[in-house]
């Protein structure tokens, strides 16, 4: 079984609401987790499509449209949320997935958060790949504090060890996800050439044996 968990915009790219009405997307309940201090409650809806099973989260405030901006502390909230109301739908729709794979630096606090201990050992036996689509400059996701005192840890909860660039000073989720995923993938053969050889990250990502990578994907 495939599940896809991804966020529902609140407009979408055409300035839209409600635009998954028509394929059939329906809201399915409400999870409820934890950014920071802030209790946050997330509209989950559900849809059947091809074989996958897709879940969507709503929220007007930390989802409203894609590539939306904000400072610091929005942008962590935003992908802390997205990591969290994740592993929690998971937990509660009693899915113990046997490999879980995240798309990019913006999903890369879920692998963390499956690590880091604040789900118990639910997620010890899962099998974590983080695919990487771009790690160039302007594309890792990195988060600047707006005080160079803070390394933000108040509101991702995490060992700073896992998020934290000492280098950069920042929080960088592709990072997390290189620190605690099993396995790392990418979009062709010769770009996971390429990055293991020239990438900041090349020290990390040269620790995996047989990366994935396939041009264009695999048919699902």
Known sequence: DVYVFTPYYNYNRDGHTGYLDKDGIKWKQNVTTYVGQDR???GVHYGHMNNVQYYFFHHHHYFPTPHHSGGPAHQLQTIVLLAKATLESLCQLRLLPAVLVTNDWPTGLVPAFARSGQFGSIFDNTTLIHIIHNLEEGYQGLIWPESPTD?????????SHMVWNPTRRCVDPSLAALN???QWATVSVSYREDLKKTSPYSYLLNRFPAPFAHSNGIRV
């Not at 390394?151 to 060992?159: A, F, K, N």
């Open 180 to 182: 605690t995923v099993d």
């Open 40 to 42: 946050v409650e997330v």
């Open 151 to 159: 390394d933000m840890s108040w509101l991702h909860g995490l060992p």
